[in-house]
């Protein structure tokens, strides 16, 4: 079983950073992409950033020059820097990673549970 963690949301100020973190565990082979999404309330589920298995990276148009996507392949874990935080960013965080298991032929797209992040103006 494969599972994805999140931490680090919260309340903060409008200007102010936060530090999102997701480990993957369990029956892993390989992780290929990681990915950061966000929902607003009532609105779609959009990508916000990722990262290739090769450090490759790119962002919404957005959050250009103010998030930072990256990931520590020795730990599992992807991470994604938020600064300069606008309320416009307030949203569900949800990462996402493309895993291929061990014993399994191809790979498969997992969720974590997500993490409320909310800016105040």
């Known amino acids: 079983q494969v599972q994805l963690v999140e931490s680090g949301g919260g309340l903060v100020q409008a200007g102010g950073s936060l530090r999102l973190s997701c480990t993957a565990s369990?029956?892993?082979?390989?992780?290929?992409?990681m990915a950061w999404y966000r929902q607003a309330p009532g609105e779609q589920r959009e990508l916000v950033a990722v990262i290739t298995s090769g450090g490759t990276t790119n962002y919404a148009d957005s959050v250009k020059g103010r998030f930072t996507i990256s990931r520590d392949n020795a730990k599992n874990t992807v991470y994604l820097q938020m600064n300069s935080l606008k309320p416009e960013d307030t949203a569900v965080y949800y990462c996402?990673?493309?895993?291929?298991?061990?014993?399994?032929?191809?790979?498969?797209?997992?969720w974590g549970q997500g993490t409320q992040v909310t800016v105040s103006s």
């Open positions: 996402n990673a493309d895993i291929s298991r061990i014993g399994r032929p191809v790979n498969y797209n997992y």
């Open positions: 369990g029956s892993i082979f390989s992780i290929n992409a």
